[in-house]
């Protein structure tokens, strides 16, 4: 497909396991981008990659998250020690271009749902 | 810090009424601003994007304003249909974030 793909589409975990989340972009976009959506509200900046460097990192909760995109393709967000308040649904983007460029759209997935039990 | 709103934060209207969505922003140095809708259970699609150089985008029964000087966008919607239910939300874009506002929930009775 054409678009952007997250897997899996569902993850529930037990309270202080690690789990992966991936991120397939849209065939060559540069810029890649993670937010985390709480029911009802809009999403929220996690990070920002622009090909495979990390330009932005600042929404990431604690250190417990980690974000990588070694190749400048596929993403993977890493939550280590989960806890109950790491559940919610996580979004991937990408856009064609540079971060700083206005005119282009970013494109979603349709999202990862983690439930920490 | 940028902050965005967006009121009412859910509108019930029947079908083939006309309406807006506002959203508001704090900070007016954006690159741009993009309106989605998203449906339950599924991630963002974009409706409109607005350069911060450009007052208005148009697609079909959607017209999207802004207006930096104020911190304010509309995105009107015409002759709602049943269809167009979903949540919208819009997103200020800065150079490599977007900030959201929590969205517009949106029903069209038919």
């Given at each position: 497909?054409?678009?952007?793909?997250?897997?899996?589409?569902?993850?529930?975990?037990?309270?202080?396991?690690?789990?992966?989340?991936?991120?397939?972009?849209?065939?060559?976009?540069?810029?890649?981008?993670?937010?985390?959506?709480?029911?009802?509200?809009?999403?929220?900046?996690?990070?920002?990659?622009q090909n495979e460097a990390q330009l932005d990192k600042s929404?990431?909760?604690?250190?417990?998250?980690?974000?990588?995109?070694?190749?400048?393709?596929?993403?993977?967000?890493?939550?280590?020690?989960?806890?109950?308040?790491?559940?919610?649904?996580?979004?991937?983007?990408?856009?064609?271009?540079?971060?700083?460029?206005?005119?282009?759209?970013?494109h979603f997935g349709d999202g990862t749902r983690l439930s920490i039990l | 810090k940028q902050?965005?709103?967006?009121?009412?934060?859910?509108?019930?209207?029947?079908?083939?009424?006309?309406?807006?969505?506002?959203?508001?922003?704090?900070?007016?140095?954006?690159?741009?601003?993009?309106?989605?809708?998203?449906?339950?259970?599924?991630?963002?699609?974009?409706?409109?994007?607005?350069?911060?150089?450009?007052?208005?985008?148009?697609?079909?029964?959607?017209?999207?304003?802004?207006?930096?000087?104020?911190?304010?966008?509309?995105?009107?919607?015409?002759?709602?249909?049943?269809?167009?239910?979903?949540?919208?939300?819009?997103?200020?874009?800065?150079?490599?974030?977007?900030?959201?506002?929590?969205?517009?929930?949106?029903?069209?009775?038919?």
């Amino acid at each position: 497909g054409a678009g952007v793909s997250q897997s899996p589409r569902y993850k529930v975990a037990k309270r202080g396991q690690d789990v992966a989340l991936r991120c397939d972009p849209i065939s060559g976009h540069v810029s890649l981008f993670w937010y985390q959506q709480a029911l009802g509200q809009g999403p929220e900046f996690l990070t920002y990659f622009q090909n495979e460097a990390q330009l932005d990192k600042s929404g990431l909760p604690s250190d417990r998250f980690f974000a990588e995109r070694p190749e400048g393709s596929v993403s993977t967000l890493k939550i280590q020690r989960t806890q109950q308040e790491d559940s919610a649904v996580y979004l991937c983007a990408s856009r064609r271009g540079e971060g700083s460029i206005g005119n282009q759209p970013q494109h979603f997935g349709d999202g990862t749902r983690l439930s920490i039990l | 810090k940028q902050e965005v709103t967006q009121i009412p934060a859910a509108l019930s209207v029947p079908e083939g009424e006309n309406l807006v969505l506002n959203c508001s922003f704090t900070d007016s140095a954006i690159y741009n601003l993009q309106w989605f809708r998203q449906d339950p259970g599924k991630g963002l699609t974009s409706l409109l994007l607005i350069q911060s150089s450009q007052r208005e985008q148009t697609s079909g029964r959607l017209n999207a304003s802004l207006d930096k000087s104020s911190g304010r966008s509309t995105l009107y919607i015409a002759a709602s249909q049943p269809g167009d239910s979903a949540t919208y939300l819009c997103a200020v874009i800065d150079a490599g974030k977007s900030t959201f506002g929590d969205g517009t929930t949106l029903t069209v009775k038919p």
